[in-house]
């Protein structure tokens, strides 16, 4: 065996699915593994020392990472506009309500009638690393804020 196949011997190929089609070059990897990981790793110890005055008040991990999306900005904007004391209004705004029921949405109040806020999806093949990043730096800068708890110490928290 020669020298340069003993060196590229020991190089790690890439998946077929990391080699850009076009160019045969590897793709840059879509996100961080590890921030990925520390923002679900947070989630639990974030969630048990949440202070009870604070108006938010989550019922789970899930709906804690929901609610950090959404004051992230990372989601869709659905608005209701509400025209007088009406049956018809009455009944849209129903509708608009049960059609919201599946999954977790938050809400405030217009000028108009109702926005509804629905987190999207973080998912690999949905969320670029630069949004991601952006989701991070503002859920840990907000998460430490509330609980008054650096995220180093919650990551051990998890840890341990």
Known sequence: MSISEQATATIQRPKHSDICDKCGQKKPSPRNRERHNLLFAILGP??????????????SEEHLRAWLLWKSGWCTIRDLEICGPTK?????????FLDSS??????????????EYTPKSIAWNRCREADFKNIMDHSTALL???IGVNIEQLKREKAA
């Open 102 to 115: 599946d999954r977790h949405r938050f809400f405030t109040n217009t000028s108009k009638g109702i926005r």
């Open 46 to 59: 974030a969630l048990a020392q949440w202070p009870e005055a604070y108006d938010f008040q989550p019922m």
């Open 88 to 96: 018809r209004a009455a009944v849209q705004a129903m509708r608009f």
């Open 144 to 146: 430490e804020s509330i």
